[in-house]
């Protein structure tokens, strides 16, 4: 968006988005300093008594969580079982010191001092000098009575759960393990040898532990609390507490928090949503081109911005009942699906920020629109609408009973009070959209489908005017807009737009039907005959302005009035140009061009150029009536290729691979229609007739009606194939035989 324009083009669309979105920034941010206008905080002293306004009941949170915390601190920590792998392994290191003392005391080549040096220097042990002694001292025998009491006593101990902060605990409880059949020196060398391998074998376990106090949490029921109506909640000159706040909040008395945290994080929404908008906006230059469509835009989106805020807080039932899926809608029928369904997110979200029950609300109002757009479609018919108002409710519904039956306590009157909201919803927004449709529409210019529907009835009173007064150019729209409307499907613009556009293209005939040859009846007298070429052309030319009158007196909208004007372009005349430069000698210097030209202006869209070249190729086809496809297709490539060189669609997004499947289209509606036919032999009165083997009985006699819908008469065939030309591109489109040009005013 930016990147593609100018300067002054960049500056005015920043200014747009300062304006559009600093709008919905005081729409988002009022309802939440709403209320008293007074910010409290925990610690601060209460300066009046605040009485409840009304008897409500809500659950406390913050009571709630400080009872969950109290029952969560009376859990224990909890340790694991005692392992029998650390007993083993602690028995084992035990084994091996003692293994070690033996080999020391059997030394025969170390002296008293060594061995004790070398009982000083165990690694899992510190053994008192006294001890060491002692245990040097002892004979084979009672060694093996102390080796084997130290085992079983460590054994003892370790059955038993020793946590890390009862270690020593367990440890003053080794002497008392001892035999009492051994003398006291070697209980204590016992006593000593397995307190020091006595190790922690029952470990904290931090899971457990969480799991247990998560448990005593959820086993707290929500503390819920009520207030009378004229209950004092909060006495003056009382210090504030969390719950204090929360209760105030609640009653509806005071907002929390301070006005700059608020207003930031409104800020942020804001912010977010502007991005998310401009990236899209970016990436569609077809909105930032059209200010039309920008404006119905920001102007929708501001209104039912601000008459949520201003509508929803504080109510209950009222933010189901409120038709915000209307915009979804509007701008799906209006503009297209892709921005609907872009432009429904950033509303929802602003609408219910800061608001409670915002996720549930802002999926409500997102699936509501996103269905009712998906569903709508192109809204060209009624039907279309309701189904759309009953997709939009349906998923309302579901996003209600996702979230309240996932509630504890359902109030199921509470639910389906809410279904029925989420139906009105649905059926207001779809009736609002048909009224800001039709309001909008006219008021932009711009044409919708289901005004079109309206206009395609055979019943409309112009179309009837036309087929009364001009039944032959009635004929040949019908022809020019089936044509049209395929080619259109082919290259996915607008097909019902092109159609009805098509419809009233020649409108302007009817005022004057007898000067244009479909609306002639042989023998009738041309009466173009007896005019100059000038007059001649001018009273051609004429059912342009003369359609447009006839439309603006119908009220036709000005989308469908675009086709009337500019069917023909900036086009000439040429036969009757021709036939003035006839007589002036071909001295174009004496001829003023512009009285032969039309008035333009120039296609100015992919429907009305399509017109133009659907149009001229059924004219032009009708009049040299092509043996086969290859010459039917050459027809029509002529035509194409004159118009682009004319210039006639430069001002259109045409590109040539449009324009090749255009041809493709032509060529193969036309086949259908002008394909060759078997002409019968006469039949003669009361003479029998024989039929050739093979001859089909059911082929229609040949028909052929060459003259063009514009060019008199006078012309015929001739005129159509013998008009020069200007020099085309070819290279534009498909290779193609640069035969004359068939074009004459069609």
Known sequence: MFSRANPRQTIVWLFAFVLVFGLAYLFVLLPLLSGTGEILEIGQVANQDYISPRTFSYESEVLTTQQQNSAASLVQDIYSTPETGIARQQVGLLRDALAYITAVRSDPHATQEQKLADLAALEDIQLRQETAQNILSLNETRWLAVQQETINVLEQVMRNAIREDRLEEARRSVPSRVSLSLPEDQAAIVAEL?????????????????AAREQARLAVEPVTRTFLAGETIVQR????????????????????????????????????????????LNRRPNITGDWRSALLIAVLFLAFLGAARLLIPEHVIVPYLFPLTAFSLTIASLIGVQTALIFTLPLAVLTIYGLPNNLELTLFYVFSGYFGVLTLGQGRRLSAFLRASLSSALAGVVIILAYRLAEGDT???????????????????????????????????????????????????????????????????????????????????????????????????????????????HPQQNPHNELNPAASAEIIIRHVTDGLELARKHRLPRRIQDFIAEHHGTTITRYQYVTALEEVDGDESRLEVRHFMYPGPKPRSRETAILMLADSSEAVTRAKTPRDEEELRQIVKTVIESRLAEGQLDETSLTIRDLNDILDSFTGTLKGVYHPRIEYPQIKAGQPVELAPGNPEDEPP????????????????QAASDVPTRPVDSARLPAANPSAHPDSTS
């Open 411 to 521: 109030d199921w009157i509470g639910v389906l009070t809410l279904c029925g909201a989420s139906f009105f919803n649905g059926a207001v927004s779809a009736g609002l959209t048909m009224v800001l449709q039709f309001f909008l529409a006219q008021f932009l210019g711009m044409t919708t489908p289901l005004q079109l529907m309206e206009l395609s009835r055979p019943d409309h009173p112009l179309l009837q005017y036309i087929l009364r007064r001009a039944p032959g150019t009635y004929q040949h729209s019908l022809q020019v807009a089936n044509l049209a409307e395929q080619a259109a499907e082919r290259i996915n613009a607008d097909a019902l737009l092109t159609r009805i556009g098509a419809l009233y293209h020649d409108a302007g005939k009817a005022l004057n039907p007898t000067f244009f040859i479909e609306n002639q009846m």
């Open 237 to 280: 000159g009382r210090v504030m507490n969390a719950s204090d706040i929360e209760a105030l909040q609640a009653a509806g008395l005071v907002e929390p928090g301070s006005n700059w945290k608020i207003q930031a994080g409104a800020f942020a929404i804001i912010l977010v949503t502007a991005g998310f908008s401009i990236i899209y």
């Open 194 to 210: 397995a307190a020091a391998f006595v190790a922690p074998n029952s470990i904290f376990s931090p899971e457990l532990t969480a």
């Open 702 to 717: 040949q028909i052929s009606d060459p003259e063009q819908s514009e060019v008199p008469p006078r012309l015929g065939k």
